[in-house]
């Protein structure tokens, strides 16, 4: 495996991997961009060609080709060494039995399924005839691995069995129940359905969406896998793993309700479509698609539960600063039956997508209500989605096309919106939190010795330096504690050194930049002395010491307008 892993680093530079998933601008020896790992305006995510890593300043996310893979797809490792090997172009090795582990176990029990929902699909005529009448071609169906599960109870039990695979690990993976029948224990969870396996964003097995055959009163139509140490169904999207190179390519994602939506817009070349697969819509699923691209294009069938239940959803989309519309389907039509009847119309309908807040306002004015009432439909149904817009100046945009549209004064909205409260704030904690900032000296006693340590350590020396002179200088203003510090950032050596580069690497006027850190340093070591000479000037007014007051109100006088010197070189800067 190791081989394996040298042979991708060989052939994988870091730039060009990052650069595939988020916009990198050159910045002196590396790169830097938007952190993906966390919300910020101002890019603090840097990339080093030279380390092949990348290290946020943000929320200190760092590592190499592997771990952005891990971090951004949301794989474990095996899984982020399968997207890099085919991206690669290398084999990988195969695991020794050893070597297995349980997870790789149980993807192989999953993979065994797929293989026999498949094998029984070309065996079931009506389970073929109706994906066929549904428009899916032969060679969709072998692209999207649909299967076929038996209607008998435990056919899928009886041949992983006698693949040597345990009712245990059948269980872990969801595809077995049990039963209160001493007898007969265990039966198949998926039974009489056709089957759309669940693939993670590296296109491995997690679970199964099964489509009921034969529909009675009893079973639902649709019936997903359970949560299972693979499958969770607030991170997983049916088809992320098939249309995740589309999206950032189109920059927007368009999100179907199902798995039949979803394989048949496919089908016919949109390519950048994933499914809810009936369950709402989460923040981590948004945070994902917001990583590939900040647009969605919801096309939900009006009438279905998904576009009823998608309000919280969208709130969260828009707080999240994504760009939101709705596609809005013909009467009775979703996107599969356009996509097999009238693709021209699909387009069409796609094309012609609103955002969320134009959608709804459109609708209401469509309804000729008379001007209070709506008024108080915008109030209600329109201004919540305004709220959770993190722009002002988006906000305002929208206030001023409402206004225009309904003949609403602006005032009267701002009105309102300022008594409408958000509630689609992003909640999870799928994203990193930025870290607090250290203290300010803190900062400059890190920046100042990190410069030192690079010079040292660089081939390209800085001729405009006098590095011993600021070493004595360093030395005159931290005193002991010079040493203190040099050994703990001694522990991080390749992380100050990639921070510094970062920061001045690219400069021409370092002089200039570490002669104000050194007034920094000089300012934060005189308020320390001002404050302990305070105490001390107190402490001698209270025990009436003269001469001792005398002493130290100088010498706070003299600490003071020191101070107000540096005061006065920031301000010329």
Known sequence: MSSSVDQIKSKID???????????DKAGGNFKGRCPF????????????????????????????????????????????????DRAGVKLEEYNKGEKTHKDKLHNVLEQAVFFYEKNLTENKEAMQYLLNRGVTEKTIREFRIGYSPSAWRDLFDYLSERSVTAGEMLEVGLLKQSDNAREKYYDTFRGRVMFPINDSSGRVVGFSGRILVPD????????????????????????????????????????????????????GITNAVASSGTALTENHLVKLRRLSNRIIMAY??????????????????????ELKIAEMPSGKDPADLAMGDIDSLKETLKNSKHII?????????????????????RKNVLPYIVELPSTIEQSHFVKSIAKKTF??????????????????????????????????????????GVLMWHRESKKKNINLDIEGLENRVLEILGDRMKVLIDSLERE?????????????????????????????????????????????????QTKNSSEVLRYLEECQRISQRINTIKNYYEKK
């Open 14 to 24: 870091i730039v060009s991997l990052v650069s595939s998933y988020i916009k990198l």
């Open 217 to 268: 009163d009893k079973s639902p139509k649709y019936l997903n896998s359970p949560e299972t140490t693979l499958f969770n169904k607030s991170e997983v999207l049916f088809g992320l793993d098939k249309a995740k190179k589309d999206i950032r390519l189109r920059d927007y994602s368009v999100l179907v309700e199902g798995q039949m939506d979803l394989v048949m817009l496919h089908q016919v």
């Open 301 to 322: 069938d009006g009438d279905s539960a998904g576009f009823r239940a998608s309000d919280r959803s969208s709130k969260i989309a828009l707080s999240l600063g994504m």
């Open 38 to 85: 966390h919300n910020e305006k101002t890019p603090s995510f840097f990339v080093s060609p030279d380390r092949g890593s990348y290290y946020c300043f943000g929320c200190q996310a760092k590592g190499d080709i592997f771990t952005f893979v891990q971090e951004f797809e949301g794989l474990d490792f095996v899984g982020a060494l399968k997207v890099l090997a």
């Open 358 to 378: 134009d959608f709804y306002t459109d609708n209401l004015l469509s309804r000729n209500l008379e001007p209070r009432g709506l008024g108080e439909e915008i």
């Open 493 to 541: 050596k390749d992380l100050i050194l990639f921070e510094t580069e970062s920061y001045y690497g690219s400069r021409d006027n370092l002089k200039e930049d570490m002669e104000e850190l050194f007034v920094g340093l000089e300012e934060d070591k005189l308020k320390k002395e001002f404050t302990e000479a305070m105490g001390k000037l107190q402490r001698a007014e």
């Open 408 to 449: 609403i004064k602006e005032e009267a909205l701002w009105d309102d919106l300022k008594k409408v409260k958000s509630t689609g704030q992003v909640t999870s904690t799928f994203e990193r939190t930025p870290v607090q900032a250290s203290k300010r000296a803190e900062i400059i006693e890190r920046r100042v010795l």
